[in-house]
């Protein structure tokens, strides 16, 4: 089992969502090791390099921020904000449309609030 295995198990262990910033470093890190990654790995970190747009500490507080802001979202909805940065009302309206969780204009206007604290185009 090569590095980068190891370091993405126990990631699954914990049961922790990642966002793709974090995704990046992780393969990273396990790429600067002495074993190669495999095909899959190679294809999902060129993909966290192209897409992933802020570093990893910035993307856990934005995760961190919504999950407080708003207590009763999933967690895969706060890391779909942080790797997506949604800028306008409608966008985060689409990032939560599958949510069971009806976000009022007042939510909506935090999760812009906390994307624009954290996050400058």
Same mark, same amino acid.
């Given at each position: 089992?090569?590095?980068?295995?190891?370091?993405?198990?126990?990631?699954?262990?914990?049961?922790?969502?990642?966002?793709?910033?974090?995704?990046?470093?992780?393969?990273?890190?396990?790429?600067?090791?002495?074993?190669?990654?495999?095909?899959?790995?190679?294809?999902?970190?060129?993909? +966290?390099? @192209?897409? =992933?747009?802020?570093? $990893?500490?910035? !993307?856990?507080?934005?995760? %961190?921020?919504? *999950? /407080?802001?708003?207590?009763?979202?999933?967690?895969?909805? +706060?890391? @779909?904000? =942080?790797?997506?940065? $949604?800028?306008? !009302?409608?966008?985060?309206? %689409?990032?939560? *449309? /599958?949510?069971?969780?009806?976000?009022?204009?007042?939510?909506?206007?935090?999760?812009?609030?906390?994307?624009?604290?954290?996050?400058?185009?």
């Amino acid at each position: 089992m090569s590095d980068a295995d190891v370091i993405l198990e126990e990631t699954v262990e914990a049961g922790r969502l990642v966002s793709l910033a974090e995704v990046k470093a992780m393969l990273e890190k396990a790429g600067e090791g002495r074993v190669e990654l495999t095909y899959e790995q190679k294809i999902a970190l060129e993909h +966290a390099r @192209r897409f =992933a747009r802020v570093e $990893p500490k910035v !993307a856990q507080a934005i995760v %961190a921020a919504v *999950q /407080k802001a708003l207590p009763d979202v999933e967690a895969k909805f +706060a890391v @779909r904000v =942080a790797d997506l940065l $949604p800028q306008h !009302a409608d966008d985060v309206r %689409a990032l939560f *449309q /599958k949510s069971r969780h009806d976000l009022s204009d007042g939510d909506v206007a935090k999760i812009i609030a906390i994307v624009d604290e954290n996050y400058t185009p």
